[in-house]
């Protein structure tokens, strides 16, 4: 009986292992499905409009998946990789926001690759650096600090429409380590160029 019961708890122990293994991945798994579904919106949304609606939408989806991840226990061996999944999925979560930005250049990096992204160097001024990041139909404007430090960035834009050009309007902001997409656009719609640029670090 004592032998019985023994192989039963050793089993339950083993099966609850497995289970807790099975979920992370399945996180990951989850995680992955939500950077496809925002290659998916950008391959697809009609106009700006839609795309933000959609995006809007899945950072819904991103928020209540970092929230899952936050509530699993995992075990002793899988506590960095559970670490590093959440760090991964709330900095999607920012890359994803109405005011999008990501905290680690890495991420970024990651996020970029599984999206199919191009990028572009715009500009390179006084430690900062603009790109244009392409995914699917929908230009990224983003600006990185490539040294520590909080800098004050004022861009203006000029952007072509219909055969039209035109002063397409300023962008000021602060900057400090982190990357912030500061401008999104529909390319089929509308192209837009940097006519200047002033960096201040603060």
């Known amino acids: 009986m004592q032998t019985t019961t ?5 089993f339950s122990l083993f099966t609850f292992n497995t289970v ?20 998916s919106i950008s391959e697809w949304a009609e106009n700006m409009e839609d795309f ?15 929230g ?5 226990e995992p075990d002793y061996e899988d506590a960095k990789r559970h670490k590093k999944l959440l760090l991964l999925v709330e900095d999607f979560e920012g890359f994803t926001h109405s005011s999008p930005s990501s905290e680690s250049l890495d991420h970024f990096n990651q996020f970029l ?9 715009l500009a390179k001024k006084d430690g900062v650096n603009i790109y244009a990041v392409q995914i699917g139909y929908f230009t990224h404007i983003c600006a990185y600090a490539t040294k520590k430090g909080l800098y004050r ?13 035109f002063a397409a309007g300023r962008n000021s902001f602060g900057l400090r380590n982190e ?13 837009k160029t940097i006519s200047s640029i002033k960096v201040e670090l603060r």
Do not use: W
């Open 113 to 121: 690759k599984k999206l199919g992204a191009t990028v572009e160097l």
């Open 20 to 39: 807790q293994a099975q979920s992370l991945s399945g996180l990951e798994s989850d995680y992955s499905s939500l950077v496809r579904q925002y290659k």
């Open 153 to 165: 960035v004022d861009i203006e834009f000029n952007a072509k429409q219909n055969g039209y050009s």
């Open 179 to 191: 990357i912030d997409i500061i401008d999104i656009y529909d390319q089929r719609e509308i192209s």
């Open 52 to 66: 933000d609606d959609k995006i809007e939408d899945l950072h819904r989806k991103v928020s209540s998946l970092v």
């Open 6 to 10: 023994f192989f039963l708890i050793l």
């Open 68 to 72: 899952d991840i936050e509530d699993f």
